[in-house]
């Protein structure tokens, strides 16, 4: 029974990694930027973290990730700003960063890894670099939201 959790988790951890390759893949190329799109996406990432949480079996206080989840949202908040945003064609375009990607997909392929050989304290840890980039995406998409609604057609020249 061991040996069948085992290749289990080992398959939820490979899993993890095919989808932050296509994560990687996807989101390489500049995109639309509508108004719907980055509160899907904030709620996505919301509702992915909270579930691989769950299924992944490592567990973080509360205390301690709540406070970096926030630290992470104003980070990105911050980075928001700094992001292109430009029109092409009366399509309004953006690129998000690929490393805040790489970094969320290593962080919880790492805290899976670390719960499966037995480290569940140190998986938890491992969880918050997960919980950072995460705000930061939140952070990221919030910004994108307020500016998209921001540079409506009228700010076109």
Do not use: E
């Amino acid at each position: 029974m061991n040996a069948v959790m085992l290749v289990l988790g080992n398959l939820g951890v490979a899993l993890t990694a095919v989808t932050t390759v296509a994560m990687l893949l996807t989101f390489r190329r500049p995109r639309r930027v509508s108004l719907l799109s980055p509160l899907v996406s904030m709620a996505l990432s919301l509702v992915v973290v909270a579930l691989l949480i769950v299924l992944g079996g490592a567990r973080l206080n509360g205390l301690l990730g709540l406070p970096v989840l926030a630290l992470g949202m104003l980070a990105g908040f911050l980075r928001g700003y700094s992001l292109k945003l430009y029109w092409v064609d009366g399509r309004l375009m953006g690129q998000h960063s690929l490393l805040f990607l790489l970094a969320w997909g290593i962080s919880l392929a790492g805290s899976q890894w670390l719960t499966l050989l037995g480290s569940a304290f140190v998986a938890s840890l491992g969880l918050l670099p997960l919980m950072l980039t995460t705000g930061t995406q939140i952070g990221v998409n919030g910004c994108v939201f307020l500016r998209r609604l921001a540079m409506g057609d009228w700010s076109r020249g």
